[in-house]
């Protein structure tokens, strides 16, 4: 196992911000997020209440997804303990915070997953479960995840870049889609995605390069339809995510000399009403290792909060985090284009 290092990574993602920062100097279409922000009237985004707690339990996981802004992997060893879960069962606990939003890397290789969720199923909290489907088939440890999700009220939310396996696979690996409709399938049977089940499946669409998704509702369509007819699967909805310049597909948009004219691409589509109803807003993003961000991008960025004294969930202050000011950078872009894109895809 290839060990952690916390240098290395603080200085990638340093490495990672200054390319952001510095897009303007690149083009004059490129204008500072600020001064976008500043152009509606808007001197800082502030947050309008805390629903949604969403924990990043490990970056480990057993794909290696070329747009993943985690960066995650099977050589990913950093896993959060038992005591951090703990940490933040208290916070959800003593702020009612109705919404627990766990992601990963795969997060069902926590060792404490199940013990984490069925403390939030005992609370009565939603959950959501952002499971990338191969996960549930990687072996017979896995396999009876469908009945452990439907048991604890989990909401089902995965990744299929597209209806086929030729454009799956480009982004996801070889063999992937194959894998990921057998597990559809077997979500399907327990009840999820299914009409008049109150189990929710919902998919997650990215796009395969450097270009906006199309209309959120015109690809559900597409899904439902494709995935039915050829291979008998029901689903809820779909999220259609805007891939924002981080981690690998920043790496990605630099190495292809991409960085630039997506920059662009994205400045162009600003949004005002986008950027009114951004997901940070009202959520509160928690890393691997207890620390507290404005959004699970930021995380990635290491952009945490600016107070020492509250910026880790074992410090958890409610009336701190909803005063606090919400840090912003050029990748934030990503999140107020067109129709606007968070982890429940288009916000308009």
Same mark, same amino acid.
């Given at each position: 196992m290839i060990l952690y290092n916390k240098e290395k990574e603080e200085a990638e993602a340093k490495r990672q911000l200054a390319v952001l920062d510095n897009a303007p100097t690149l083009s004059p279409d490129i204008i500072p997020f600020k001064e976008s922000l500043a152009s509606i009237n808007v001197k800082a985004l502030t947050p309008i209440g805390l629903d949604v707690f969403q924990v990043n339990v490990g970056k480990m996981c057993n794909q290696t997804c070329r747009h993943c802004h985690v960066n995650a992997g099977p050589d990913r060893p950093e896993i959060m303990t038992k005591e951090t879960m703990q940490q933040c069962l208290d916070a959800i606990k003593k702020f009612n915070i109705p919404i627990v939003d766990l992601t990963g890397g795969a997060p069902e290789l926590n060792p404490h997953f199940r013990w984490f969720v069925k403390a939030c199923h005992e609370m009565g909290r939603r959950i959501i479960v952002r499971c990338n489907l191969t996960i549930i088939l990687e072996d017979e440890r896995f396999n009876d995840l469908p009945d452990f999700f439907a048991e604890n009220g989990v909401e089902v939310v995965s990744s299929?870049?597209?209806?086929?396996?030729?454009?799956?696979?480009?982004?996801?690996?070889?063999?992937?889609?194959e894998t990921s409709i057998q597990a559809l399938k077997l979500l399907?049977?327990? &009840?999820? =995605?299914?009409?008049?089940s109150s189990l929710q499946l919902?998919?997650?669409?990215?796009?395969?390069g450097a270009f906006l998704p199309p209309s959120q509702a015109f690809l559900e369509m597409e899904f439902k339809?494709?995935?039915?007819?050829?291979?008998?699967?029901?689903f809820n909805?779909?999220?259609a995510i805007t891939n924002l310049p981080v981690s690998r597909f920043l790496?990605?948009?630099?190495?292809?000399d991409n960085f630039v004219a997506y920059m662009e691409e994205l400045v162009n589509a600003f949004n005002p009403f986008a950027a009114e109803n951004v997901m940070c807003r009202n959520m509160i993003s928690v890393g691997w290792d207890g620390y507290l961000f404005d959004c699970d991008f930021n995380q990635m960025l290491n952009m945490k909060l600016d107070d020492s004294s509250h910026n880790h969930v074992s410090n958890f202050d409610l009336d701190y985090l909803l005063q606090?000011?919400?840090?912003?950078?050029?990748?934030?872009?990503?999140?107020?284009? &067109?129709? =606007?894109s968070s982890c429940g895809g288009e916000t308009i």
């Amino acid at each position: 196992m290839i060990l952690y290092n916390k240098e290395k990574e603080e200085a990638e993602a340093k490495r990672q911000l200054a390319v952001l920062d510095n897009a303007p100097t690149l083009s004059p279409d490129i204008i500072p997020f600020k001064e976008s922000l500043a152009s509606i009237n808007v001197k800082a985004l502030t947050p309008i209440g805390l629903d949604v707690f969403q924990v990043n339990v490990g970056k480990m996981c057993n794909q290696t997804c070329r747009h993943c802004h985690v960066n995650a992997g099977p050589d990913r060893p950093e896993i959060m303990t038992k005591e951090t879960m703990q940490q933040c069962l208290d916070a959800i606990k003593k702020f009612n915070i109705p919404i627990v939003d766990l992601t990963g890397g795969a997060p069902e290789l926590n060792p404490h997953f199940r013990w984490f969720v069925k403390a939030c199923h005992e609370m009565g909290r939603r959950i959501i479960v952002r499971c990338n489907l191969t996960i549930i088939l990687e072996d017979e440890r896995f396999n009876d995840l469908p009945d452990f999700f439907a048991e604890n009220g989990v909401e089902v939310v995965s990744s299929l870049p597209f209806y086929d396996a030729s454009r799956t696979d480009k982004v996801r690996g070889k063999g992937v889609f194959e894998t990921s409709i057998q597990a559809l399938k077997l979500l399907n049977a327990r &009840g999820y =995605g299914m009409p008049d089940s109150s189990l929710q499946l919902d998919l997650v669409y990215n796009p395969a390069g450097a270009f906006l998704p199309p209309s959120q509702a015109f690809l559900e369509m597409e899904f439902k339809e494709h995935l039915r007819n050829d291979h008998g699967i029901e689903f809820n909805k779909l999220f259609a995510i805007t891939n924002l310049p981080v981690s690998r597909f920043l790496n990605h948009l630099v190495n292809t000399d991409n960085f630039v004219a997506y920059m662009e691409e994205l400045v162009n589509a600003f949004n005002p009403f986008a950027a009114e109803n951004v997901m940070c807003r009202n959520m509160i993003s928690v890393g691997w290792d207890g620390y507290l961000f404005d959004c699970d991008f930021n995380q990635m960025l290491n952009m945490k909060l600016d107070d020492s004294s509250h910026n880790h969930v074992s410090n958890f202050d409610l009336d701190y985090l909803l005063q606090r000011e919400i840090k912003v950078s050029q990748h934030c872009y990503g999140c107020t284009a &067109g129709a =606007g894109s968070s982890c429940g895809g288009e916000t308009i």
